[in-house]
């Protein structure tokens, strides 16, 4: 299964060019008179930061908006108090715009606080709604289960003076934490257990984030999101599969209320990417564990994690439109998304030489005191891009990995005797190898030919192998860090996902040697380095030397399970 490109096959771009059930769903019910127009909505819960989960919910809430002239907003589910926070919201919005969306406005939940009370008033006073002292356990244990039905709160009939009263000392924090919860009052037979009288407010002194202290009682998700849609004129709440036994539920509450606007809940698959969890709370677990170096770490399938690695926000939105809307559940390869990113770096990332693990290269017949220069094309794939100058001397370094003394027939590269081309530079031949009293090799020692200048020899004679080199007067020494997959298993989902870390996800190189024109570029720029991959400028290192990231490698190169 190595060296497999992952390219999406034809048939995914046909049947992207057709409309996704979602679409059809909604052209249906634009001809139907159902509803006028397209509004959506992002939900996120401002308890962690985005992963690319949440990028395809966003590319299909905001995609479709666009798609049929409407809009989506942004909304903040936070009725969790205790676990959002502000840095949260911050984050989201800021990945959100890198993403390259644009939201009409933000909502937050918690501005519903107010009318979601008095929704709940109004559930009470139509007899739909009760207050009940039961504990947590206690409500479970009549819950039933799928075989059998629930049993009747024995709170379930007080009168609707007494849940209106109650209700509302619940609300001025006369009763502890826990001690009441507020109950929709709907079938204890139902065979959807989501039916089965769900608590719609509980007992919880949190300070929210926006609220503060000023509420005692929260509403739970599947009370405050129909009715936040509702309230907002969301026409599709398109929302994630686990949602979908939420559906009826969502439907009584709007028809319950006779909510003017009844939006329509419309469920897709998730996306789930090999080598990667999906989860806010296992990310955060790596981040609060130190596994990570924060949930922006390169190694995150986060957003933030991603844009410090250097993906292209247009390569994330092209692998979610390519992985396309069903509703059966599915794990995409993460060489998918890695072909996307190949694919968009190759038109837009200058090339630039580097050298990772450097060995000394003396050319014997180059003059001493010459330096030379030579105008190198940045990007052949982009004319546009222009050239640079790369200074050329008697000193060089090549890879390590470059040269063996003692090769198989098969290595092309540099070994005693033979001949290779420096990349737009000169031919050279291996004459001698310096070695250290150990046996190590210091150096080798080689000629040039003149005649060969800018790569290509006069008599047209031909070298099997090029390498790429770095001139030692003009070098800026660099770090490197060597990004891998943080998961070494195809579904770390299997068991605990921390047993599935991969130990080598992150190599530090310290004694790279980079062409001049990298020692002073900004962070966040992208370069192919010839034949090591794509790679991000990530400021400096303690020691002031340029920190350059591996984006990823040139060809996928990802050994499965090993
Ligand atoms: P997590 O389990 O990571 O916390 P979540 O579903 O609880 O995810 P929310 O903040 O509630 O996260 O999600 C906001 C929106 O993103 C929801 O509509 C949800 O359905 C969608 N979403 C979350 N994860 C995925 C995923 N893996 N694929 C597609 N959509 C997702
Ligand atoms: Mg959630």
Same mark, same amino acid.
């Given at each position: 299964m190595d060296h497999i490109r992952k390219e999406p096959s034809a048939e995914a771009a046909e049947a992207r060019e057709s409309k996704n059930f979602i679409e059809r769903a909604i052209d249906e019910d634009l001809k139907d008179g159902v509803f006028e127009t397209v509004q959506t909505r992002f939900p996120p819960e401002p308890n962690g930061y985005l992963h690319l989960g949440h990028a395809k919910a966003i590319c299909v809430d905001f995609? /479709?908006?666009?798609?049929?002239?409407? /809009? #989506?907003?942004?909304?903040?589910?936070?009725?969790?108090?205790?676990?959002?926070? /502000?840095?949260?919201? &911050?984050?989201? $919005?800021?990945?959100?715009?890198?993403?390259? !969306?644009?939201?009409?406005?933000? !909502?937050?939940?918690?501005?519903?606080?107010?009318?979601?009370?008095?929704?709940?008033e109004e559930l009470i006073r139509r007899g739909k709604a009760y207050v009940c002292d039961l504990s947590?356990?206690?409500?479970?244990?009549?819950?039933?289960?799928?075989?059998?039905?629930?049993?009747?709160?024995?709170? %379930?009939? %007080?009168?609707v003076e007494e849940n209106l009263d109650l209700f509302r000392r619940m609300r001025a924090g006369e009763f502890p934490d826990g001690a009441k919860t507020l109950r929709a009052k709907i079938d204890m037979a139902s065979p959807n257990l989501n039916m089965r009288d769900p608590v719609i407010y509980r007992i919880q002194r949190a300070t929210h984030h926006r609220t503060g202290d000023e509420w005692c009682i929260y509403p739970m998700y599947d009370f405050a999101h129909p009715l936040s849609d509702s309230v907002e004129g969301v026409t599709f709440s398109l929302c994630t599969m686990e949602f979908e036994a939420h559906r009826p539920l969502y439907e009584w509450f709007l028809e319950a209320l006779d909510m003017p606007v009844r939006s329509r809940q419309i469920e897709f698959a998730r996306l789930n990417v090999?080598?990667?969890?999906?989860? $806010? %709370?296992?990310?955060?677990?790596? /981040?609060?564990?130190?596994?990570? &170096?924060?949930?922006?770490?390169?190694?995150?399938?986060?957003?933030?994690?991603?844009r410090r690695r250097g993906y292209p926000a247009k390569a994330i939105r092209d692998f979610c439109e390519s992985v396309g809307v069903a509703k059966a559940n599915s794990v995409v390869d993460m060489a998918q998304l890695e072909f996307f990113v190949r694919d968009h770096l190759n038109y837009t990332a200058a090339r630039r030489m580097a050298v990772l693990d450097p060995l000394r290269v003396v050319l014997t017949n180059y003059p001493d005191d010459l330096t030379e220069t030579f105008e190198v094309v940045n990007n052949p794939e982009n004319e546009a891009e222009g050239t640079r100058p790369v200074s050329f001397g008697k000193v060089v370094y090549i890879e390590r990995g470059d040269f063996m003394e003692d090769p198989p027939k098969k290595f092309h590269r540099l070994s005693?005797?033979?001949?290779?081309?420096?990349?737009?530079?000169?031919?050279?031949? #291996?004459?001698?190898?310096?070695?250290?009293e150990n046996g190590g090799i210091v150096e080798v020692r080689c000629t040039y030919d003149p005649e060969s200048r800018g790569g290509w020899a006069k008599d047209g004679r031909k070298v099997k192998g090029t390498c790429h080199w770095v001139a030692e007067h003009a070098a800026v020494d660099g770090e490197i860090r060597l990004y891998d997959r943080l998961f070494a298993d195809e579904d770390p989902e299997e068991g605990a996902f921390t047993d599935h870390l991969n130990p080598d996800s992150l190599r530090i190189v310290k004694g790279a040697k980079l062409e001049a024109a990298l020692g002073d570029v900004p962070a966040g720029e992208r370069f192919q380095f010839l034949r090591s991959g794509y790679f991000v400028a990530d400021g400096k290192n303690e020691a002031g030397m340029p920190v350059f990231s591996r984006i990823v490698t040139m060809k996928d190169s990802f050994k499965k399970g090993k």
């Open positions: 995609g /479709v908006a666009e798609k049929y002239n409407g /809009v #989506c907003n942004l909304r903040f589910d936070d009725t969790n108090p205790g676990r959002e926070d /502000v840095e949260y919201v &911050d984050s989201i $919005k800021e990945d959100i715009a890198w993403l390259g !969306f644009r939201w009409h406005n933000v !909502f937050y939940a918690s501005d519903y606080f107010p009318r979601l009370y008095e929704l709940a947590g356990e206690e409500v479970r244990a009549l819950r039933g289960t799928l075989k059998e039905p629930g049993r009747e709160s024995p709170f %379930r009939n %007080r009168s090999n080598y990667s969890v999906m989860s $806010k %709370r296992k990310l955060k677990q790596l /981040v609060d564990d130190g596994v990570v &170096d924060g949930w922006d770490d390169p190694r995150m399938p986060t957003l933030s994690g991603m005693p005797g033979k001949e290779i081309r420096l990349q737009n530079a000169y031919y050279i031949k #291996c004459e001698e190898v310096v070695k250290d």
